[in-house]
């Protein structure tokens, strides 16, 4: 009771104390400098709160600073604020914040009000925002903007947030590359010298460096190597800086272009180059070898002789032997050529299982080509090259022009098929015998519609054939579908159908979705079937001799052709992103297998189109609508109404058919967009094995069903790209 009455007297004291000293000031607001307490030092203040509430500190302060200080209701509990000397009232609220900082509390402004929370909400509500500068000091919360003007906003991130309360925020905006970060004053200020003495620029101008001996293309990769000290850093990683030297070619002058993170860094390097671009030490050897990174070595030593054929010294420009003339862009070969094994197989014996598609080498291996200054060695993908120095520099800069990274397109082909088809039948046959038993001469008069077992003659003589009699009238018929109602009368010892109703409504439908998708080089050929491989009989032959004792060998010669899906593709990257393609699509199946062999459904499209990319187009459809109906009856009898339905047959059919087909080209330039696809598709795929799972159950054990690994966590399949 002692300890809380001087509690409250201290407090009160401190209140009267402030409010004789303090003085009021207007607020200003400046642009980088958040508008603070106005305090007036004119009358230092000697604090003196210990284990005080809270609250009644608050107000203290509050009239010290001539504020209003709103306090949260989670604020609670004492707090210990003392000097042993007189200080300002400056002084003495920074005192204050830091004890709040102590216990967990802050103080923001907003709206012109002074408020007491916990830490945590005060990124929140905080009022005060400065831009690039800030003269705020003390523990009171405030949001800063820092633009910055070299270095990667969000590299800065990783760096600084550990430097930063854990309830405070920092965030990157990489539109403007600007840093927003909340957090106490006088944080704010620490972190304001860290950023400027990182932001500073990161290279130094570019130098071009002429070279007189030695090949620009050639020279390039050994200084970069020997810059970097042996370890190249990759571009583009997060997280990770850019090289310290970056090294490029500049055809045209044959020089290298070079450009560090400092002068003294460019000097070296330009020293080095100085000391590798000397003379050959083996001034008459003309011949080089140049490893290839992209370009095929066989095609590539064809256009070069083709380019400077005349230009070479005692060389020769004739083609390679061996080589294969590419097929022409814009052209597709017909279906079933253009790749190995893709032609039909004439002559191949009835007992074989596959097609030469499956047997074929996928593509022939290249030998050397022989002739002209430049040769090609299929093996190690290289190009030997024998010219003088003046023609190996312009060989050189055309090569590094054609040995680059050729983009893929990703071809996606939607083939939508709906079918719809309505049928009805309705027919009432009869037949009947007029006369006594023992006459001599008896009347019959009937109707009869259909075949097979459908008609009721045939249907009456099955009934009283018994067993012989139905199998005889399956083999010309079958039954009526639907709903039929027989009478049967007695004549004599046998039954036979007097009359018969047949009911008969259906509706059939089928929406197929196929999506056969493949990936090419740019103007490379592609094809994908998916289906069955059909053998077609070309030829026979039998011995029909009546001679014995001679060696008989009937054959059977067959064409197997393959049935289902098929698409082909040639696609052309175009400038601006377009894709010319020269498209083959084909849907085929069997429908049904005569005297000659298998009848095929087909439906094909051949053409050339101009898509974007990423755009779909339709490449071609077909909309049917076929409607067919028969009136089977006795004249004049059939017309009567009502009663006429006792004398007729009728039936209608209506199919409707929608084919169409869509094609969707991707074009992907870099490694990043095929692995970015290829985790898609994969990803799509594993979320259908996930949808298939077997339900648990109390009496089956739990088998499980076949499901892809995860890639975003360690998986055996490697080659996957990784989140």
């Given at each position: 009771?002692?300890?809380?009455l ?10 009267l104390?402030a409010?004789?000293?303090?003085l ?11 508008a ?8 230092p ?19 010290m600073?001539?504020?209003?200080i709103?306090?949260?209701?989670r ?16 002084e003495?609220?920074r005192?204050?914040?830091a004890?709040?900082?102590g216990?967990?509390f802050?103080?923001v ?42 270095e990667?906003?969000n ?9 930063i309360?854990?309830n ?7 539109g ?5 970060i ?8 620490r ?15 570019i ?17 970069q ?22 090294v ?5 002058s ?9 002068p ?18 083996d001034?008459g050897n003309n011949?080089?070898?140049v ?19 005349a ?7 004739g ?11 814009g052209?597709?070969a017909?279906?079933?050529?253009g ?10 014996n ?12 996928l ?14 060695d299929?093996?190690t ?7 003088p ?6 060989v ?14 990703y071809?996606e ?5 709906i079918?719809?088809?309505k ?6 046959q ?7 038993k023992?006459d ?6 009937g109707t009869?519609?259909?075949t ?7 249907a ?5 054939g ?15 579908a639907?709903?039929?109602i027989?009478?049967l009368?007695?004549f ?8 018969v ?15 056969p ?9 592609a094809r994908i079937v ?8 070309t030829?026979?032959y ?11 060998n ?13 698409l ?12 010319r ?51 089977n ?29 869509f ?11 095929a692995?970015?696809?290829t ?9 259908v ?5 077997p339900?648990?159950s ?13 890639p975003?966590?360690?998986s055996?399949?490697?080659a996957?790209?990784?989140?």
């Amino acid at each position: 009771m002692i300890m809380n009455l001087q509690r409250t007297a201290t407090a009160f004291a401190a209140l009267l104390l402030a409010s004789s000293s303090a003085l009021a000031q207007p607020d200003t607001v400046q642009r980088g400098k958040p508008a603070g307490p106005a305090v007036k030092a004119s009358s230092p203040v000697t604090l003196n709160f210990v284990n005080a509430d809270i609250e009644a500190v608050t107000r203290a302060i509050g009239v010290m600073l001539n504020r209003q200080i709103i306090i949260d209701p989670r604020v609670k509990g004492t707090i210990t604020v003392y000097s042993e000397q007189p200080v300002s009232v400056a002084e003495a609220y920074r005192n204050y914040l830091a004890a709040l900082r102590g216990l967990g509390f802050t103080v923001v402004e907003a709206a012109g009000f002074l408020k007491v929370l916990p830490e945590p909400d005060a990124k929140l509500q905080a009022g005060s925002v400065a831009v690039e500068t800030s003269n705020a000091r003390g523990d009171q919360i405030l949001t800063q903007i820092f633009r910055i003007q070299h270095e990667n906003a969000n590299n800065l991130v990783a760096v600084l947030r550990p430097l930063i309360s854990p309830n405070n925020t920092i965030n990157a905006n990489p539109g403007n590359n600007s840093l927003v970060i909340t957090d106490y004053a006088d944080n704010l200020q620490r972190i304001a010298k860290i950023i400027a003495a990182m932001d500073t620029p990161g290279s130094s101008d570019i130098e071009i460096v002429p070279l007189k001996h030695a090949v620009a293309a050639d020279l390039a990769p050994l200084v970069q190597r020997l810059a970097d000290g042996g370890t190249a850093i990759a571009a583009g990683v997060p997280g990770q800086g850019s090289s310290a030297v970056n090294v490029l070619v500049d055809p045209r002058s044959n020089g290298l272009i070079l450009r560090a993170s400092n002068p003294a860094r460019l000097a070296a390097v330009r020293a080095m180059v100085d000391k590798l671009d000397q003379p050959s030490a083996d001034g008459g050897n003309n011949i080089r070898v140049v490893y290839l990174k992209n370009a095929d070595a066989v095609k590539l030593a064809t256009v070069l002789r083709a380019a400077f054929g005349a230009a070479a010294a005692g060389g020769s420009a004739g083609g390679s032997s061996g080589s294969t003339s590419p097929t022409g862009a814009g052209s597709l070969a017909a279906p079933g050529q253009g790749l190995p094994g893709a032609t039909s197989n004439t002559g191949t014996n009835a007992g074989g299982l596959s097609s030469a598609a499956a047997t074929a080498p996928l593509s022939q291996s290249s030998g050397p080509s022989t002739g002209g200054f430049v040769q090609a060695d299929p093996s190690t993908n290289s190009l030997v090259i024998t010219a003088p120095e003046p023609l190996y520099r312009q060989v050189r800069a055309v090569i590094e022009q054609l040995d680059s990274r050729r983009a893929q397109v990703y071809v996606e082909s939607l083939i939508v098929k709906i079918d719809n088809t309505k049928a009805a039948q309705f027919g009432v046959q009869w037949q009947n015998l007029f006369g006594s038993k023992g006459d001599s001469t008896i009347t019959g008069a009937g109707t009869n519609f259909g075949t097979g077992l459908a008609n009721i003659i045939n249907a009456t003589g099955a009934v009283a054939g018994g067993t012989a009699g139905v199998t005889t009238a399956l083999a010309n018929g079958s039954p009526p579908a639907g709903l039929n109602i027989g009478l049967l009368k007695k004549f004599g010892s046998v039954y036979t159908l007097g009359a018969v109703a047949n009911f008969f409504e259906s509706q059939s439908g089928a929406n197929v979705l196929s999506t056969p998708n493949l990936v090419a080089l740019d103007n490379e050929e592609a094809r994908i079937v998916i289906g069955q491989n059909v053998p077609f009989v070309t030829g026979s032959y039998a011995n029909t001799g009546t001679t014995t004792g001679g060696t008989v060998n009937p054959f059977t010669t067959v064409d197997r052709k393959d049935v289902g899906l098929t698409l082909k593709v040639k696609s052309q990257i175009g400038e601006g992103g377009t894709v010319r393609m020269v498209v083959y699509q084909e849907n085929s199946s069997v429908t049904s297998t005569g005297v000659n062999g298998p009848t095929l459904d087909k439906s094909a499209i051949e053409t050339s189109v101009v898509v974007d990319d990423g755009d779909v187009l339709v490449l071609g459809g077909l909309l049917k609508d076929e409607y067919s109906d028969g009136d089977n009856g006795v004249p004049g009898l059939s017309k009567i109404p009502l009663i006429g339905n006792l004398f007729s047959s009728k039936n209608r059919t209506r199919v409707k058919t929608n084919l169409m087909v869509f094609l969707r080209p991707v074009v992907m330039r870099s490694a990043e967009s095929a692995n970015q696809l290829t985790l898609d598709r994969y990803q799509s795929i594993r979320a259908v094995q996930e949808g298939a799972q077997p339900q648990k159950s109390a009496i089956l054990p739990d088998t499980g069903a076949p499901l892809l690994p995860d890639p975003k966590t360690a998986s055996p399949t490697k080659a996957l790209p990784q989140q």
